[in-house]
């Protein structure tokens, strides 16, 4: 990595004005580079020299980010990632209400956000830790700027479930969502999940899939979602981000037969029961049931 080399940087760690003289710590969330590491910001290398324990979720890549800042860790490093998270977090709480610093840190990005951390985060709150950040590079908020999609309202929905089925029934509960849906996936699902977001959301609905952010072979590939999903199908490589616009103002009157049955299908394909199913495009929808069932009727006599 760049950087890798250089004299290594010594930090005097400084008094901390908001630290109130107790006898506990401060647990510190540190924010990595998402792919450059130049991205690093500059309070993360005086952290790593300062903090009494460093929790990595990889303590390797932790070595070469080290090493590519040009600084060595002042404390011991530890572990923290997905299978020791549960057993861990008691042993920082510890170290934390013993008075250390403890930084985390994870691969790329803000701890907590689809990376380990909520648990020690959550667990130091309730003992009254004070908890601080050293803002970073954010794969979310990145992906969301370059998409061309609308920002001033977005939720994010991390990654989906594996099973089809399961990935379905989440996506339809986000079906009406008007705001801007941010997901992280895996790129050897990418063309599956892109397919089923354009079955539930609609072929033309607006997205941006964006990969590798910040590094070397940066990506980002707007448009329909089938579209999209055609692209990914050819085999897609790297993280990838997919930002989906949010559902349209449609009224009840916009909603045709037609999309009114698609929506009862993508819901029965699902696990719901055809019954459940139109009870709840009714209300999604804002029409009696009466009409939902007569639209499904319709289409099992015309196809029959």
Request: hydrophobic share 45%.
């Amino acid at each position: 990595m760049r950087g890798a080399g250089r004299e290594a940087v010594v930090f005097l760690r400084l008094p901390d004005p908001c630290e109130d003289g107790g006898v506990t710590g401060t647990l510190v969330l540190a924010g990595t580079p998402i792919g450059d590491i130049a991205d690093a910001p500059p309070r993360l290398a005086e952290e790593l020299t300062a903090a009494d324990v460093v929790a990595a979720e990889d303590t390797r890549r932790l070595r070469r980010l080290t090493q590519a800042l040009g600084v060595t860790p002042g404390g011991r490093v530890v572990s923290y990632f997905e299978g020791n998270e549960s057993a861990r977090t008691p042993e920082l709480v510890e170290e934390l209400l013993g008075g250390a610093r403890v930084l985390l840190v994870t691969d790329a990005g803000m701890p907590s956000v689809s990376d380990p951390g909520y648990r020690l985060v959550a667990a130091a709150v309730e003992k009254d830790i004070r908890v601080t950040a050293v803002p970073g590079p954010s794969a979310v908020l990145t992906a969301l700027a370059l998409s061309g999609l609308p920002v001033d309202r977005f939720c994010f929905e991390g990654f989906l479930p594996r099973k089809a089925g399961e990935r379905l029934s989440r996506l339809r509960e986000v079906a009406a969502e008007r705001r801007t849906l941010v997901y992280f996936e895996a790129p050897h699902r990418l063309d599956d999940t892109l397919a089923a977001m354009a079955e539930v959301f609609g072929a033309e609905r607006r997205a941006a899939v964006c990969r590798e952010l910040t590094k070397t072979y940066e990506e980002v590939r707007r448009g329909p979602l089938a579209e999209l999903a055609s692209w990914a199908a050819q085999g897609v490589r790297g993280e990838i981000t997919v930002v989906v616009e949010g559902a349209p103002e449609t009224g009840p009157e916009e909603l045709d037969a037609e999309e009114l049955v698609r929506r009862v299908r993508v819901r029965e394909e699902a696990g719901e029961r055809r019954k459940e199913a139109i009870a709840a495009v009714a209300v999604e929808a804002g029409l009696p049931k009466r009409v939902v069932f007569d639209a499904v009727v319709a289409a099992k006599r015309s196809a029959g």
